[in-house]
């Protein structure tokens, strides 16, 4: 990941000084991709599909506004209900 000169590997200088090397952009990729994925995962985890569908059938509103309340409220349908009753 270096240029052979035992330094990071500069893509850009800019007129203030700072630079970007690509060491430090690619480990912040890494970085973000990872918090992204654990967040997507959670997610995913959280949301029952059968607490989307009784909130859909019941309240009647789209598939989307349910999974948000779901989401919002940690997967907790009682919270999610009462956060969309009183909306």
Same mark, same amino acid.
Not at 25 to 31: A, I, K, T
């Given at each position: 990941?270096?240029?052979? #000169?035992? &330094?990071? &590997?500069? $893509?850009?200088?800019?007129? *203030?000084? +700072?630079? +970007? !090397? @690509?060491? @430090?952009?690619? &480990? !912040?990729? #890494?970085?973000?991709? =990872? $918090?992204?994925?654990?967040?997507?995962? @959670? *997610?995913?985890?959280?949301? @029952? #599909? &059968? *607490?989307?569908?009784?909130?859909?059938?019941?309240?009647?509103?789209?598939? !989307?506004? =349910?999974?948000?309340?779901?989401?919002?409220?940690?997967? *907790?349908?009682?919270? =999610?209900? #009462?956060?969309?009753?009183? !909306?």
């Amino acid at each position: 990941m270096n240029n052979g #000169r035992g &330094e990071a &590997e500069v $893509l850009a200088t800019f007129g *203030d000084g +700072y630079q +970007y !090397s @690509k060491t @430090k952009l690619e &480990e !912040s990729l #890494r970085q973000v991709m =990872a $918090l992204k994925l654990a967040k997507s995962t @959670k *997610d995913a985890a959280v949301v @029952k #599909r &059968e *607490d989307v569908d009784l909130i859909v059938n019941e309240l009647g509103i789209p598939r !989307s506004h =349910a999974e948000k309340a779901l989401s919002e409220s940690g997967g *907790d349908l009682e919270k =999610a209900l #009462r956060a969309l009753v009183t !909306s």
